[in-house]
Every structure is written in structure tokens, then in C-alpha cells.
């Protein structure tokens, strides 16, 4: 042994005493002896313990199953669970006939300023000013209303089908130029959710907020920008895996080898067809001011036909005259994209790997995508692919083969705890606001809404969500959950958010608070069932020496280090749910 | 001079019947520091595709600078007045941008190299996020859902006892290290702790150490929740150890080398991070790091002159809080900054340009031929750039990295770490002697069962 490996064997062995001092495990080191080193998550293990079918269900079509919505689902029609589930999905895909008071009161008590401005109101008030604060109000209120409405709407398979919309159509929130109209982008997301894509793709397209994300605003046929036309097609319609490379356009076959392209499609793109999208899309902009317009300047929509090239195209294997009339260029695309039936298959994949887990069945992709385009005009035509995959097999068989996103077992958790959270942009001097600090803890963990900031979304595979980053700031935050104050978090002059303890007795009568009894109570709550090893764990956690049927004294909250059963049992049990939310069986959807 | 918090280390020593003078030679509290004996690579990701042109552009005697001045011009770096280049060298060939004298600086102290034509040869593709896929994984297949710098690592031949071997830096795992159970991804080493809890029963418990006899803190229950089987179990694991492995250090007392001088943006204080642990002798052997900013369409002088001010001031500090250092860790640290692509060579009508090929890459340390550029440019003329339109791709950029792998990290299998790849030789971008380049036997090399 050289005098350096000494000294490194020493120093290993501080570290091993000190980890082992500290917690609990003996890890010490990430590579040791009989640790696997790689790969960790190839081909994907689901959880073992399974939920009953409801719980499973919802757990994957809402932000998190709740009693409430256990009582809801139990509350529809049907004999079985199967027949609720079909009437529960109905009911879901009919979002403005579901009531939704409550969530509508919590929005309007946070006297929000500017999510009910129009584009023009938006654009004068909060875009045409250099007050950073102002110009970004928008994007901020649009994050605590749309925060609410994960944990609070009853319209859950809405609000978790527009966040995939953010996702898909994914802009920065906090752009410097998009931010202030943000509120914007979102209303036309949710217009469409359950909509048509067609109809969806040029509303977006037209977002003064999509303009400034992908510069489409300033592409003109002296300067075509091709920013929004290669995302155009590679995130939004197509997607990359349909994209052939800088090549032949005519070298690309067709879908139906003995048919003409012209008359089918190219089975992918290539760099030619986004130069192309690109000529095609020129002079759709904005009213921005521009000085060769000075007058036009209330940040909406406008196409310029001075802009516009009004040459012949070939996009994707069709011919676009040249001198066509206003917008029929770009409206070609979109058509042709649209109804490409590999564009089908690209965004109700992306549904299915949202709704389903991270390899549906190609049968499911392909079933869903027919629909997809057989129903390429219908105003429901969403609706109708979101109906198939939720009523299909693979979605009802299908648990744990996902991970919550963050954001997911946020909202998730305050749904299950019953919190009463209504984040606003109100400031408190001098103090962390607990809208910021719960804000700032999603960030650690690298799911904050609509902060990513690239075009193509969160990410949405499990492996991503199973970094040691994402995994111990998720813990972080939902530990958290659990000792958070209302206004601000650190001062107990305000209630808390979840008080799981008032929540406990009034559940559960004083002789018949055991830790086996309020274990259980949280696990349903939580969870919708009572899984190993997580409901024993807990269990012990709370009853310390205790019986686990022995009652405790849940009204006190004192030092008792002779007898731990009494030594801060309220704290205790706030700990207790914080390990519940916690466990594998929270994070898995 | 680095540090663990003595609190802990006292605690540590403690309960395991040590004592500070049973530690000789530990350099984490006492004693002058030496290098580290193995070798680090940093890996710099440029998201968004750097343009390669802005940050390195042809000087006064380059015979493309015409060229060059031909397709930019909103965009052009000048040879004098506001936002002129920096010179790299004497020789006119190669400037630096305005906002980047740090490396200007290091370049002419030899510290830091420029590999010219930089790219990934095939398949080409102008796709952002399949490119950095693409590179990530080293070529083999998308699917595969394996960095190269798992596979590097897992190849690697490191002791059976290493504390961090690797970290990616940021909440989510870099694709290049994506599928390693040994590497620990953080944002925030100061944030890296569960102690949002209550005081009796998880921060007093877990952290503080003053509970009454037998509490045991809710992180001490909570491994027991994550023992099972699945893929997500395995993760929690993974997490519950990196916390373990993170907590014993104080990130907050780290005190840089003299003339260090990090700032406050995301990037820097990354760095900062990741120089604290190379001292700190973990035995990190890969860090993988990202700064975005990069995907310049519109209005790219501001955007791109910021994010050249980030990379340039982060790497300043970070060099030289390694090689001011007494132990000149600098030496055995090594990094790479790259890029998904390069941008077209043709500016656009916005004063931004669009997604290109080639591009160049930066290595910077104590043990890279500074100084100098590596690699061919082929030129800006219609027949010498790829499809008419952006800098070729000359170098393929598993050379470089390669060239990394043998020469400071000792390792050979580069053909395991980049599969499909062939033909290595090494550039001399790198001091180090050479191995034969080689693949590597998964299922029965030790270390990886």
C-alpha cells in the first residue's frame, strides 16, 4: 500500500463512521462491495403491492386519489366497478357540466388581477411596461390558479389533460416577451383539451405566447425563421422519431409503397419540410408595433401578406401552388400534418405514456390512433381517444409502471391530506411566503410549472423521475406538507395547511386512537389501501413503545423522554404521514 | 480549505470510539492537501447548440475570416471596437468572444484547448433533444436508456469502495449518466437533506443529535419503507444512500482557493460544488454539468453574450479555485465543454441563427495541451461545409472524450463506452500515456454483476 492509499483508506473510513454515526443504513459509499453499479432501471420493475381498481384509476387520471374522489367515483351510476369507471370517464369528459364551486370560490378569494384580461388587456397592461414584477404577474397568477385547480377542481381528468397540453405545447412561463400573455396560451390549451387538434395546433400557433417561444412572430419571407416550423414538427405533429435527417426529400417512402406520396404521405420529414413549413407560416405575427406597422400594436394575432412568401412548396410530398390565398400555405401544413396518420400516432402515444405507463401496447397506440384519425374533424375528437384509452385494458391492468411526477405527489398529497393551500402572489415582508417556499421546493425537484425550459416538456418516463434529485426533493417537499403553516410557513400564527392531527381526533374517537387504528385511517386516506411494508413501518414509527393497539394521547404534544409513546406524539404523528407520503406506494402511479 | 462540518465529524468520531489523532494523514481537516491519485472529467453540456462560431471566430489572419464576415453580420464578432474578440494566441488564427477573457486567459496559459469541427458524425440530425440524446447515450440507441459515462464508469476499474463516483448536477439525471445506481444527482449539495420535518422527531433525531435515548427520526424509518424489488424501490434506495454519502458535508463552509471568485448564478456555484467535492476526495471520478441558453434564432447577441459570461466566469473559478489550491488539483481534473451542434453558418433576418452541425469543443485543465487548437476546420466555402450550409464535422467527439477516458481516467474501453465506435487514435489534446483502446466484457468483469 503506497502512503496515498493509506491516506485515501483512511479518509474512506472517516466518511464510513461518520455516515454510520448519522443515519441509520451503513451505505457509505455509492460503489461497495456487492453493489450493483449498473444499470438500475433496465427493463422497468413495477411495485409489487396493487391497489384496488378504482384507487388504481384514479390515481392515474387525476392528480391523486382522495376519499373525495373515491366518493365521487363510488357515487356514479353502474353495477361494478367497470360500469362507474365508463360513467366516471363520461362524466370526466364533460368538464363544464361538473359543478365546481368550491374551486371556483378558493380562485376568486385569491383576487387574482389578471387571469380574466383579454390578450389586449394583458398586452397594454403587463407587456408594454419594464417593471420585471408587473410583466410577470400573469405567468405567476396563472401558476397559483392552475395550482389550485390540480388540487381542488372536481374537474381532475380536465385539469390533468391540460397539463399535458402545457407539456406538449411546452413555453417557458417566465419568458421575458411570452410571460405576460401567458394566462393567454392557457385559455387556448384549455379550449381544446378535450377538443380538436387541428383546431388546438393553429390556436397555438397563433399564441402570442408560442410566437415570441419559437420566434414565428418574426419569420418573414426575407427572413424565414425556422425555429416554431422544426419544433412544429418534431414535438408537436410528427415527433422525432418520424424525422428522417437532413436528406432527399423524395428519398423518404411513402406509407403505401405503391402509392404516390402526393396522394399518401411520406412516412416521416425531413430538414426540407421544415424549410418549407417554415416559407409556408411566413407572415403569421403579431401586432407588436413593429415600425412597419406602428399602429397595429394590441399584441394579437395578424397575418401579413407582405411578409408572406408566396412561392410554390412541396411540404411533405404535396404540392402548394404558388400566389395560394391568405393562410392557406400554413393551413396546408397543419392539415397535412394533422391528418398524417404518423402524427397520430406520435401525440396519442404521448397520451398513452401519460395515462397509461411508459410502454403502452402498440395495439393500444394503433387502436387510438385510428380513432385519432377517423375522427380527424370531430369537435370531441380528443375526447373520443382519451375515452378509448382510459376505458382500455392496458389502462385498467396497468399500476406503478410510472413515477409521480413531482408536481403530481405535491397536488396528490395536499388532495389526500385534505389541505387548505391557496397559493397567491401576496407578499408578506420580511417573510417566506408559503406560495414561494412550496413553489421554490418544487424547483428543487425539478418539476415547478411551466419553468422548463426547452420546448419539449417535462420529461415523462419514469427513469427521469427516478433521479436521486427528484426522488429526495420530492421527499423534502411532501415532509414538509405535513409541518407547513397557511400564509407563511415558518409562523405558527397561521393554521396549518394540514393539520392531520385535528384531522385524526375528529376522525377517530380518544380511546380509539391506536397507532394500528390512525395508521390505517392515513394509509386509506393516502393510499386507498393498506400496503406492507409501509402500514407496519408506520405502525411501529408511531407507537414506539407503545402496543400497536394501545391507545395514545393525541391532545398533547410535550418532552417525555422516559416514555417515548408520550414524548411529542402530535409531531409524531405529523411524521407519521409524512412517511406514508413517503413510501413507494405514493410516488408509484 | 475544505471541510465536513466538525460537528458531525466530532459525532462521527464519537460513536465510533475514534478520535481525531487515530486519523493521520486525513487531509479533510488538517494537513496540506495533495492532488487527488486519480483523475476527474467534468463534463460541460452547452444545451440548446452552441454557436461554435460566436465563441471561437476566425481572427484577423484566418483566411476564412472573410468569409465568416460575409454570413454574419448582425451577428459578427469584430476584430476591433465594441464586443471585439480576444485574441487566443499570437497568431491571429482564432478569437475568443468579448465576454469570455477568462478563457482568453487560460487559453494562453496553456490551460485550455480548442478542438475545431467538432461533432457527432452520424446520424445528423438537427433535432436538439435527439442530438444531445444521441451523443449521451454515445451512439447506442436511443433505447438503450444508458449514458456513455455509466458505461465509462461501470468499465472503469475503480476501487470496490468509492464514495460519489459520479454526480450529475441539476434535479434530473443527465442522459449521460442515466441507468448508473452509483451516481448521486444534485442540485444543491446544502439542499440535499430531508429536514422539513418537526424538531423532535426528524431534524432534532436525524441531524441535531441532542434527542433523548432511542427516539430514532422519521429518516431512520423511512429505509425501511424502500426494500422491495421494483425499479422504484431500487431508485429510493439509490436516493436514501446519496443522502447518507451528502449529509456529512458542509457545503456552506467551503471556502474557495485564493482568487477563486464564483458568482451567484446556478452554473457557478454548480462548480463551486463540484471543486468542494473533488477536494474533498470522494473519489469522483465524473460530474456532468449543464448550462442552456444556447438556442439563439432571434435577437443573439445579448442572450448569447450572457450565457458566454456564465461559462466563461464559471470555468475561471472553477479552474482556478482547483489549480490555486496547494494541492494543484487542477492536475488531475479535466473538462470538457460540448454542444449538440453548432448553428447554421449563415446568419438569419432576426440576428440569430439557426440550427447547424459542426461546432467546437473546449478542454480546459492542468493537464490538457493548451494553447493550442486541435482537430481541422475545413473552411466556409459552399464545397467545404456540410450540405452547403454548416461547419463540417472533422472530429468526431468520442475522440476527444476518448482520448479523456485513456489518458486521464486510465481507462481503455472506450469501444464499451461509446458502442459502433472505431478506430480511435489519440488527438493529444491530453498529457498522459497511451493504452490500446478496447471494448470491455459486462457480464463478467467485476464490479458490474
Redesign the interface.
Known sequence: MT??????A??????T?????????P???????G????????P?????STPPAPVRWLQKATFGYSPQAKAAFDARPGAGDDARWQNWVDWQLSPAAIADAACDARIASGSFLTLDKSLAQLWADHHETGDYAVRMLPAAEAECATTIRAIYSERQLFEVTVDFWHDHFSVFGWDYDGGPLFPDLDRRLRANAFGNFRQMLEQVCQSTTMMYS??LY???R??????YA?ELL?LHTLG?EH?F??TDPLGVPCIDADIHCEDSFPQGYV?ND?YEAAAALTGWTIKDGNWQFPADNDGGFVYRSEWHDRRNKIFLGRYLPPDQPEMRDGRDVFDRLCAHPNTARHVVGKLCRRFVGDNPPASLIESAAALFTAQIGAPDQLAQVLRAILLSDAFKNTW?AK?KRPFNSFAGALRALGGDFTPTTRDYPNQWPTADELAA?LQ????RLFYW??P?GY?DR????????????S???L??L??IRQEVGYSDTYPYVADVVAQTNAAIAAGGRSASAVVGYWCDRILGFRPE??RG??V??LRQNAGADDALDLERND?H??D?KR??TQ??L???V??IL???DF??R | MTR?DRR??L??????G?VAGA??????VFGAP?AN?HDTLVVVFL??GMDGLSLISPGASNSERFRYEQARNATRIPLTGEGAGLPLGGDGQWQAHSRAPELQALYNQNRLAVVLGAGMPA????????AQINMEVGLAGQG???GWI??A??SGA?????????V?V????ATSL???????????GG????????????VSP??A?DA?????????????????????????R????????I??IDFEGYVPAPGASYDDDGFAQQLRMLAQLIKL???LRYAAIDL??W?T??GQNYMFGEAVSRLSRGLGAFHADLANDTGNYAQRVSTVAMSEFGRRVQE???Q?T??GYGNVMLALGGSVNGGRTFGEFAGLAGDQMF?GADVMVTTDYRRVLSEALIRRLRNANVYYAFPGYANYSPLGIFQGSDLAPTGFDAVFAN???
Not at chain 2, 475503480?158 to 459520479?166: E, F, Q, T, W
Not at chain 2, 440535499?192 to 424538531?199: A, C, E, Y
Request: charged content about 20%.
Open positions: 502512503a496515498a492509499s493509506v491516506s485515501l483512511s479518509r474512506r473510513r472517516l466518511f463512521a461518520l455516515s454510520a454515526a448519522v443515519g441509520n443504513a451505505a457509505a459509499a455509492m460503489r461497495r462491495a453493489r450493483p453499479a449498473a444499470p438500475a432501471a433496465v422497468y420493475v413495477p411495485l409489487a419559437l420566434d418574426a419569420s418573414t426575407a427572413g424565414p425563421n425556422e425555429n422544426r418534431e422525432a424525422y435527417g437532413p430538414d421544415v406503478a413515477v421546493r428543487q425537484a425539478g418539476h425550459p426547452a419539449n420529461p419514469a427513469a427521469a423521475w427516478s433521479s436521486t434529485g427528484a426522488i429526495a426533493m421527499w423534502k417537499l415532509t414538509r405535513t409541518t411494508p409501509v413501518k408506520a411501529d414509527f418532552w423522554a422516559d417515548l414524548h411529542y409531531d409524531r405529523r411524521s407519521t409524512a412517511l413517503c413510501s413507494p410516488l408509484a | 465536513i458531525d465529524f459525532k462521527a468520531c464519537g460513536t465510533c475514534l486519523l493521520p494523514g486525513t487531509r479533510l495533495n491519485d444545451r440548446g446520424p445528423v440530425t438537427r433535432s436538439h433533444f435527439d438503450s436508456g444508458i455509466t458505461r464508469l461501470a475503480l476501487p470496490p469502495n468509492v464514495m460519489i463516483p459520479a450529475s441539476g434535479s434530473l439525471t442515466l441507468g448508473s445506481a452509483e451516481a448521486i444527482t444534485l442540485s444543491d439542499d440535499f437533506r430531508i429536514d422539513t420535518g418537526n424538531w423532535p422527531w426528524n436525524d441531524y443529535g433523548p435515548a432511542g427516539v430514532h427520526g422519521m429518516l431512520s424509518m423511512l429505509p425501511q419503507l424502500w426494500t422491495g424489488g421494483s425499479s422504484l424501490e431500487a431508485a429510493g439509490q436516493t436514501l444512500e446519496a443522502l447518507q454519502v449529509r456529512g476526495d470522494v473519489g442552456g441558453g438556442d434564432h432571434n438569419n433576418d432576426d440569430g439557426d440550427h450540405e464490479g458490474f454483476d
